[in-house]
């Protein structure tokens, strides 16, 4: 049984993964914990350190962690490694010479800091010194306290302003010109504009699937696995069995089976097309690796609830569902082109169906709406203790087929 608990990302302003903030859940039976600060984080420090490492959830990368002001007292922050975490001081915590003390210790011992969630106060300049980061919430932060937030800490260039709740690229694009340099939300998994563009596959998952399909007998189980890893590949390959030539075959619902409908020669000729024409690509990571995410989560929830005959249904609508964010095309245009079946189609386009349950279950997950989520999973009937279960497999699978990608 693992612990439960969800994750966000954080970038930078090149849209590179710098850590993750963790979000706590109360268990199988309370999934909307009615408890305080303080025991959220000893449950979070505690499940850190006796039921799964960090880096299981952050693939070795800093985790974001609130703290309390009892916590702090308690030295929580110090029962993990200073390069693991950034203490995230919680903006319950009022300004004074206790919290000012703490704080200087952390900071002589080598931790980043940073104000969660700030409320700006002039008494919080004492503080200055010893902050790494301030974190400034998009949604209820108004422009004018920002450029305030933004003056006062001028003489101090070591702090940094990370950008939370930031939903949409129009709130990405005003943080980055007022200046700051870490952002946290799931602008990422939205169109930047409603344009067709192509992304194309990675080198490293072509050259793979050159070799495999180099023999005379292809290995299908092999050859779907490293399609299934590749968000990209798995669009080129569903479009391009959308041709001409294969429009009139019967309706698609996995990977293997528009490996079938193909057949060994046409995938040769496809995978060739696509490595003589590769470029670059210029999406973040991190919203691949959500979707492979997104893809095994999916897949796991299928699994677990047993209604479908081929999961592998759920797992293609997991990944095609940040599609449009990859192409910067809508939903429904990118649909259009793909020779999916109505059920996945449904989901995607009209959020209807069993399929699309599974994934608006996902999305609650990722933010961490554990009381919609447990909403979701009654409805369906899903085991309380799977659903966390299979959020840790999912991060898991995903983390390992991003490096072995190599992103």
Request: glycine letters at 4%.
């Amino acid at each position: 049984m693992y612990f439960y608990a969800a994750r966000q990302p954080i970038l930078d302003r090149e849209k590179k993964l710098v850590g993750y903030e963790l979000l706590f859940r109360d268990g199988v039976d309370n999934v909307f914990p009615n408890i305080d600060g303080d025991e959220a984080t000893s449950r979070l420090i505690e499940g850190s350190q006796f039921n799964f490492g960090l880096e299981d959830l952050t693939d070795n990368k800093p985790a974001f962690i609130n703290f309390t002001l009892d916590t702090l007292q308690k030295g929580y922050p110090t029962l993990l490694g200073k390069e693991q975490i950034v203490v995230e001081i919680l903006e319950t915590i009022q300004p004074g010479k206790r919290l000012l003390s703490l704080v200087k210790d952390l900071k002589e011992k080598g931790y980043t800091l940073a104000l969660d969630d700030y409320i700006h106060q002039p008494v919080w300049r004492h503080f200055y010194p010893f902050i790494d980061i301030i974190k400034i919430d998009f949604l209820t932060c108004e422009l004018d306290t920002i450029h305030e937030v933004i003056e006062a800490i001028k003489p101090f260039p070591q702090i940094k302003l990370l950008a939370e709740k930031v939903e949409t690229y129009e709130k990405y694009q005003l943080a980055l010109e007022l200046g700051f340099t870490y952002f946290q939300g799931f602008f990422f998994s939205k169109p930047e504009m409603v344009q067709s563009k192509t992304l194309p596959p990675s080198e490293m998952a072509l050259a793979e699937l050159l070799y495999e399909t180099s023999t005379v007998d292809l290995n299908l189980k092999k050859i779907t696995e490293v399609f299934e890893r590749d968000v990209n590949l798995s669009y080129k390959l569903l479009r391009y069995s959308n041709s001409a030539a294969f429009k009139r075959r019967a309706e698609i619902n996995t990977i293997k089976q528009a490996l079938i409908v193909l057949g060994a020669q046409e995938i040769k000729k496809f995978l060739s097309l696509l490595f003589a024409s590769q470029v670059a690509a210029d999406k973040p990571a991190e919203l691949i690796r959500l979707s492979l995410t997104r893809a095994r989560f999916t897949e796991l929830l299928a699994i677990n609830h047993n209604k479908f005959k081929d999961t592998g249904m759920a797992f293609l609508t997991g990944m095609m569902s940040l599609m449009d964010a990859i192409l910067d095309e809508s939903m429904e245009s990118v649909m259009e082109k793909l020779p999916l079946s109505n059920d996945i189609k449904l989901a995607l386009v009209k959020d209807e169906g069993l399929l699309a349950q599974y994934l608006r279950l996902v999305k609650l997950y990722e933010q961490a709406n554990w009381q919609g989520a447990n909403a979701i999973q009654e409805q369906l009937g899903l085991a309380t203790d799977k659903v966390p279960d299979a959020y840790h497999d999912a991060v898991n699978w995903a983390n390992e087929q991003m490096r072995v990608l190599g992103e």
